[in-house]
T-cell receptor
């Protein structure tokens, strides 16, 4: 099956720094990628939809300037958490939509972010 | 606003037992429904995908049903094994230009050897 690689798996950073998370579709082209956030013992919440070559669409309540999303190619989307604070500590997961099949979504392995 | 709820939140069963996980959603106008498995600290693995026009899907020991009119889906796991221990998530696809998913709250399953 299709593979989505997410990096890093975990990251610890100081408050006020920025962290970049990468999401790559390894063997298929993904016109659309999604970014989710999951707090402990809660479900996944969609943060934004990333389309190749265009601006991301953010869900209500998600700060665009804080969570910068770049989808520069059909195989790579990045999420940058700017000026991270402890409340941003969470599990971030990306998913990529297979171009030929709209229903096909493949998920990355997630990134655990801890902000001290 | 679509809301997806899963019951129970946690379930512990002895190995070999058959079990049912429940998922309910408030808006029946869905594009599809998926069941995922999530292991601790890991990403998601898609188990079954049911289109809105379908009533069930089967894969090995797993069977998922969908009743759009009542806003419910069930995941049936036959002859459970310790390796089935994980969190199971259902997600409703909203369709449209992209397949955005609304996730349920999850059921944490523990299968005791």
């Amino acid at each position: 099956g299709a593979v989505v690689s997410q990096h890093p798996s975990w990251v610890i950073c100081k408050s006020g720094t920025s962290v970049k998370i990468e999401c790559r579709s390894l063997d298929f082209q993904a016109t659309t990628m999604f970014w989710y956030r999951q707090f402990p013992k809660q479900s996944l919440m969609l943060m934004a939809t990333s389309n190749e070559g265009s601006k991301a669409t953010y869900e209500q309540g998600v700060e665009k300037d804080k969570f910068l999303i770049n989808h520069a190619s059909l195989t790579l989307s990045t999420l940058t958490v700017t000026s991270a604070h402890p409340e941003d500590s969470s599990f971030y997961i990306c998913s990529a939509e297979l171009r030929e099949g709209r229903e096909k979504l493949f998920f990355g392995s997630g990134t655990q972010l801890s902000v001290l | 606003k679509q809301e997806v709820t899963q019951i129970p939140a946690a379930l512990s069963v002895p190995e070999g037992e058959n079990l049912v996980l429940n998922c309910s959603f408030t808006d029946s106008a869905i594009y599809n429904l998926q069941w995922f498995r999530q292991d601790p600290g890991k990403g998601l693995t898609s188990l079954l995908l049911i289109q809105s026009s379908q009533r069930e899907q089967t894969s090995g020991r797993l069977n998922a049903s969908l009743d759009k009119s009542s806003g419910r889906s069930t995941l049936y796991i036959a002859a459970s094994q310790p390796g089935d221990s994980a969190t199971y998530l259902c997600a409703v696809g909203r369709g449209g230009a992209t397949n955005k998913l609304i996730f349920g709250t999850g059921t944490l399953l523990a299968v005791q050897p």
